[in-house]
């Protein structure tokens, strides 16, 4: 069951909670549909999971936190992400921990929160460092909840996995694909699994290299804990070194949220975290500009080979790579193709397409930035659009880059910056992006910034859009040190059908 089916039970459920008995509307008897047109509620309750940010002692980790104000939300809420380990009960006592008799109560303390967020509209800061930072479960309710948006970045001076990784927070599901991994030798690829829930969940990993499946008997029923996180090392699941990887979490029981960092011996390190579900057309937005060298990495879940045309956005329309026209990607297997410099100093999205019979696809871009010893790679997977709205947090002054593609039809698009998390006022530009084309934009900063801010995206006409936001590292930096996130919907609001309370159906 995929996300946008979950979202719609637990909307539906919300409204007959509040309603007492809930009937969808049917056609009277003259025939015509008196059913009103389904709603569109905040959602009451969203949850994120930040996985543990790095193993370097010199880490130093950034979390952003930021609620775009949506109308209608209850006026009592909360947020509060805390450390998975350190998870509490409703009455404030840790997960597990002994309640014991009311006279007890003076002797427990409540776990502080990494991170508090504030009211919807004010983005926050929490800064952590070292080897020993935690994964993060993150609740929000009420206003805090629709649109709830959290990043975590990392900056890592030296060593394996070096420069700037960035990962958005995401919800717990129960399945997840990551073309794009790897067990080659420069490569130290591990996958983070966080458990919100008050059970164990059951997790299986499936890896899939050039040649199909990989046989592993230890990625099979692996145990997350109730309100914990684990780490698991890729070629530790396999002894078969593989330049192009992709990894399937299923969850047999429970939910976990998962991501795959990706770090590397030569050219840095990333977060991968999950691609768009398999489909037949596919876009991976936003890969920079100034990119060296793009792998595309594909893989297709079904039994039948998928023949993909490419094609490239660019700022003045679509174009095909030369000598990369066409992919084939063999059924059950893992198929890289390098593009090298394929956006020639110009903004670029990657625009996936079938040249037949449509074949579920999942796809990602590990972009390098660089040359020589300053080379800095990250990732870019297949999106979905951005839909109503998407927020982008922990933007920088000068350091951030806002793509945005349309590879159908032109579109408007309205970006609002919200106030600094020190200081500043809020911005807004709108933005017209022809069809056929991604165009780096000059987004809204605030006046006065002081610290981060938040970006958030609507869709005003047209469309779809696909979207993703490119965040460098310092100035004074003289690697190529960057991290991509893509700004999918961010599912703020759900569809719910109209309802009337009729009690006639207790008789039936």
């Not at 008897?29 to 994120?48: C, H, I």
């Not at 970045?153 to 995401?170: D, H, I, Q």
């Not at 190529?480 to 999918?488: G, N």
Request: charge should be negative; hydrophobic fraction near 35%.
């Amino acid at each position: 069951m995929n996300r946008t089916t979950l979202s719609l039970i637990a909307g539906a459920a919300a409204l007959a909670a509040v309603t007492g008995f809930a009937a969808v509307s049917t056609p009277d008897a003259s025939g015509a549909d008196t059913a009103e047109a389904a709603a569109r509620l905040p959602v009451e309750r969203t949850s994120l999971l930040c996985p543990a940010p790095s193993t370097s002692d010199l880490a130093e980790t950034t979390y952003a936190s930021f609620t775009p104000v949506t109308k209608g939300t209850d006026e009592k809420s909360k947020a509060e992400l805390a450390a998975a380990t350190e998870q509490q009960d409703s009455d404030g006592t840790d997960a597990g921990e002994d309640k014991g008799d009311e006279g007890d109560e003076g002797d427990k303390t409540a776990v502080k929160p990494a991170l508090q967020p504030k009211a919807p509209g004010t983005p926050v800061t929490g800064k952590t460092s070292g080897a020993d930072a935690p994964a993060l479960v993150g609740t929000a309710e009420g206003s805090y909840a629709p649109g709830w948006t959290v990043q975590q970045t990392t900056e890592v001076a030296a060593g394996t996995g070096r420069g700037l990784l960035g990962v958005n927070c995401t919800a717990p599901d129960t399945e997840f694909w990551f073309p794009g991994a790897s067990t080659a030798t420069d490569r130290t690829d591990y996958v983070h699994l966080t458990n919100p829930d008050d059970s164990a969940a059951v997790v299986d990993i499936e890896l899939y290299g050039k040649d199909g499946a990989l046989k592993s008997t230890v990625a099979e029923g692996i145990t997350v804990p109730p309100h914990g996180s684990e780490s698991l090392l890729l070629s530790t699941l396999t002894d078969v070194e593989q330049t192009d990887l992709t990894v399937h979490v299923g969850v047999r029981s429970g939910r976990v949220g998962a991501a795959v960092q990706a770090l590397d011996a030569k050219t840095g390190g990333d977060w991968l975290t999950a691609a768009a579900d398999p489909a037949s057309d596919l876009v991976l937005p936003g890969i920079p500009k100034d990119a060296t060298a793009v792998r595309l990495v594909l893989f297709t879940p079904g039994g039948t080979d998928a023949d993909l045309k490419v094609r490239l956005a660019s700022p003045s329309g679509t174009i095909t790579p030369a000598g990369h026209e066409t992919v084939h990607v063999k059924a059950g297997m893992t198929t890289g193709v390098d593009l090298g410099d394929v956006t020639r100093g110009e903004a670029g999205s990657l625009v996936l397409t079938p040249t037949a019979g449509s074949v579920p696809v999942v796809a990602a871009v590990r972009v390098v930035r660089g040359k020589g010893a300053e080379q800095e790679s990250a990732f870019i997977p297949a999106s979905d659009p951005l839909g109503a709205r998407a927020t982008s947090v922990d933007n920088r002054a000068k350091s951030t880059t806002l793509s945005l593609a349309a590879p159908e039809g032109s579109a408007k698009v309205r970006v609002t910056a919200s106030a600094g998390s020190e200081g500043g006022t809020t911005a807004t530009k709108t933005f017209t992006i022809k069809g056929g084309t991604t165009q780096d934009v000059e987004a809204p900063v605030p006046a006065g910034l002081k610290g981060s801010y938040a970006l958030t995206v609507e869709t005003v006409s047209g469309g779809p859009v696909y979207a993703s936001r490119t965040l460098t590292g310092p100035e004074d930096d003289d690697a190529a040190s960057f991290t991509v996130q893509t700004l999918p919907d961010d599912r703020g609001t759900v569809s719910v059908p109209n309802a009337t309370e009729d009690l006639s159906v207790l008789q039936r």
